[in-house]
């Protein structure tokens, strides 16, 4: 059946939220135009200004959020509030066990982590302690056995519990509040302890829609505008050709249509399965690294890197906290990714919450911090640990690929050197794709509930219309540019959504420590009879 | 031929357009990769129209499968 644009536009007009989807045009829109007007002030001046000045003088309370994320995710999944059931005592989970981990940990990282896993033990066992290279706490010379370690200790800081911890954070106050308080399934939700269920679509919560809304766009744009050249390095590094703009117009333009047609089948379909089938290949390419490479070296320096990463975990923290002294490596790296995963924490743990009905907080703790950070661990040390193998053993020498950037090739280069090694540069091409595929989807689901009136679900319009967005702005940045200024504006506003996310978590505590003296499952409030129209979004 | 097609979903013109683009482009990718000399043959853009068929015609199918339970229902 061809779908009739009039009814389209109609549903469209009628579901809108006029107030988030307006501001967030309007503050898009004007985005675009000043970074449009002054190209460089705002690219390479104001923006960046603005991010060293926000990590100069808040860094350690981004560091210190994200400590307290990681003590309240730990707290849901060993204290008493973590029985609480999101739905109420008989409430049922929606989906599979394997599909709910699937669609989380396909959404809450793109395709970044094929690159990142592959680049950053590099950067840092590879260079001087900086800006760029080897961690302050690690002080032995780069390119020794210590600095191996160093490099992947430091690597699984920044990619381990505490990223997932972020998004927990935002998921269970906002999934407790629409589950069993009746609230709406918005980012703004996390204030309904202190603001009301009433007063959480007021035109002034909104602002907060909105800011989670341009954080997302700002992020996965730009992601899906990145994976564009990204993709095409690999394929010049592979195949020795060159690629056009015309080349980046298709590989966008094609990610673009297949994460539209996924949102717009829904989770029980297109977002579910893409997510099972990045799960399998990712699985797959990850033992298939682990057998065909330095499997004896993977397994010890795994070993190790755990080791050494919960070790120093505290430590780590602590450095971060304090940064006198070591303050560029850490705001360059610590405190830049803090800051890049609180600006994802609103959509993956929006959409976190609207898949963990029926779930009890232990379960969606646990799952977002332990089970997902332990699958990124297994990943960054298997494919990290390969990459530092083949720089040290001197199999080929990535730090002497200049035509490149670094992280964009190390694991084509890598693969390339092992037995089947098609099959697995294969493996990372079709990785590259579902990664953003998965997030894409997700990412544009969440923004379109977002943007849609409370108590509505969004329809097959709102989806497009959102997924169209995203896709079209992240094609616009990196043909006309613009794609960093955006990127650094995201990462910007990374900075209010901890502190909200934050003030959400503090006033879920409050609400469970009225119940303190009774037995925790007892007082588990009953869901509303009538429960908030889409909170659960199909 | 008709029941394969049944049974992996290609009930429609369409879906059977999408398993067909895919599997074309991926015998096309398959020779580009094991016969490294073709895809160097290849311009950049026929591999990344190849490629992008490839991926994009199957994911778009994985998606477009009915519902277990919309094809439960159809069938019973």
Sequence with gaps: MTPDPGALVNSFREEVDVTVTGLTLLVLGLFVLVRATYPEQVSQEVLPAVREEMLALFGPLFAALMVVFVLFALVIIVGPWGKIRLGGEDATPTYSYPAYFAMFFSAGIAAGIVFWAAGEPLFYYAFETGDAGMPPFVGEEPGTAAAERGAMQATFFHWGISAWSAYVAVAIPIAYYAYNRGGPLRFATLLMPFVGKENVTHPLAKLVDVLAVFATIGGVAVSVGLVGPQFLSGVEYHWGTETTDADTSIVIVGITLVFIISVVTGVKRGIRRIAGLNLLLFIGAGLLVLALGPTRYIIANTAWAFVDYAANFAQMNAAALTTSGDAAWYNDWTLFYWVWWFSWAPFAGLFLASISRGRTLRTVAATGVFVAGLATLLWFAVVGNAVLYTQSEGLVDLLAIEAFPLEEVAGFATFATFPFGEVLVFGLFALIITWIVTSADTSTLVVAILGTKPGIAPETATRVFWGVLQGGMGLGLILIGGADALQTAAVVTGGPIGVLAFVGIAGLFVEFSRFAREEVADQTPEPDPEPEPGTEVS | ?76
């Design chain 2, 1 to 76: 031929m008709a029941g394969v097609l049944e049974r992996v979903g290609a009930t429609t013109t369409g879906m059977q357009l999408l398993l067909l683009a895919w599997l074309l482009s991926g015998q096309l990718l398959a020779v580009a990769f094991w016969l490294p000399e073709i895809g160097e043959a290849l311009s950049a853009t026929a591999l990344i129209l190849v490629a992008m068929t490839f991926v994009g015609a199957g994911l778009a199918y994985l998606a477009l499968l009915p519902f277990e339970p919309e094809r439960a229902a159809a069938s019973g």
